[in-house]
């Protein structure tokens, strides 16, 4: 995919500064923020960041690195790989969030049997800088995902007593799920959501699927329905593809529906006196123009912020990312950089 990196980050960076989120609802708990994901390092055939780029994203403002592993690759074996990432994450400065990401359908019993490795391996990290996230956009139906977040509380528990646990609402983490749902009865705990909206924007050209949101081109943000560039595109759309288009449309395309939805989460925050995260937010950059990307994660970020919820960016260098290559220290993405962190 494209990418425009032009400056050097040791000289772009230099002056952004690190601002802290807003108090959470519950003050003891500790949220982490300012975060990245990084995809595949925890993988059958990991992509390994430079100790250079790791000292580059903690020198912009970076806090936290997000690590995805499917409960499939959590087995005795693989176990002190996993433990040499942690250790890796934190002597750079980071926290770590160990995130049970599936990679299909959700098995209840596989994924308690992974978590009753994984937290083995995260009991033997520091308390304040490891987080236990329980299952990445839960594929189950409300019921039977409270069932099992219990269960994997308490193995997880069971071994690592005094570390923060990430829990998020079935099944895509979405901030109105949280309505009729609530976590595993725990102290200490953040509850995570995710937010793409609208997904008509920050998926637009996506590639993995036959959605219409592959045929979504070129698309600004913010904007109306009756802009130039989005009734052109409609023209172009079949029938199908324009009332989808329409229906994205539902929602106005703008910073005060961000910040209605972020003020939606932190008044469940007060109300259950459960603090809360991004978990997830980002734009793909295959067929967007960088000002409407920026635009839009600036506008998550601060809303974020200013509701009292840390964040995590997803993720560095793939289609959503801000940089070109992990393996090396470089170019990034310079509006994305300042949208996120300054």
């Known amino acids: 995919m494209p990418f425009t990196r032009r400056a050097a ?4 960076l230099s002056a952004f500064a690190i601002p802290a989120i807003a108090k959470s609802a519950t003050a003891a708990v500790k949220v982490p923020t300012r975060g990245l994901a990084l995809p595949d390092w925890l993988a059958a055939t990991p992509r ?12 912009a403002g970076f ?6 592993i499917d409960p499939a690759l959590a087995t005795a074996d693989f176990a002190p790989r996993v433990a040499e990432v942690l250790a890796a994450v934190t002597a750079a400065g980071f926290n ?9 359908d959700v098995d209840p019993d596989r994924v308690d049997a ?15 800088r490891v987080y236990a996230e329980l299952l990445n956009e839960p594929g189950l139906d409300a019921g039977p995902w409270r069932d099992l977040a219990q269960r994997l509380t308490a193995t997880i528990r069971a071994s690592a007593p005094d570390h923060t646990l990430i829990w998020g609402p079935a099944q895509v983490q979405g901030i109105w799920e949280l309505a009729d749902q609530a976590p595993p009865p725990d102290a200490n705990l953040v509850a995570a959501v995710h937010y793409y909206t ?23 943000w913010p904007t109306t329905r009756n802009a130039p560039l989005v009734t052109a595109l409609a023209a172009s759309l079949d029938p199908a593809d324009r009332r989808f288009l329409d229906g994205e449309f539902k929602g106005l395309w703008t910073a005060a529906h961000i910040d209605r939805d972020f003020a939606d989460l932190a008044q469940w925050s007060s109300h259950q006196r459960i603090p809360v995260m991004l978990g997830e937010f980002g734009v793909l950059d295959f067929a967007v123009d960088s000002v409407s990307r920026a635009n839009w994660v600036r506008a998550v970020r601060r809303a974020a912020e200013a509701n009292g919820a840390g964040w995590v960016y997803w993720e560095a260098d793939q289609g959503f990312g801000f940089m070109p290559d992990r393996t090396r220290a470089g170019s990034v993405d310079r509006p994305m950089l300042e949208a996120l962190l300054a």
């Open 198 to 220: 609208p997904m008509g924007f920050t998926h637009q050209a996506e590639t993995w699927d036959d959605s219409p949101l592959a045929r979504l081109h070129d698309l600004p």
């Open 9 to 12: 980050t040791a000289l772009l």
């Open 48 to 59: 390994e960041p430079a100790l250079a780029v790791l000292a580059q994203l903690r020198s």
């Open 114 to 128: 992974a978590w009753a490795i994984l937290a083995g391996v995260v009991a033997s990290t520091p308390t304040d």
């Open 63 to 68: 806090e936290t690195i997000r690590l995805p």
């Open 96 to 104: 770590a969030i160990l995130d049970l990401h599936p990679g299909g």
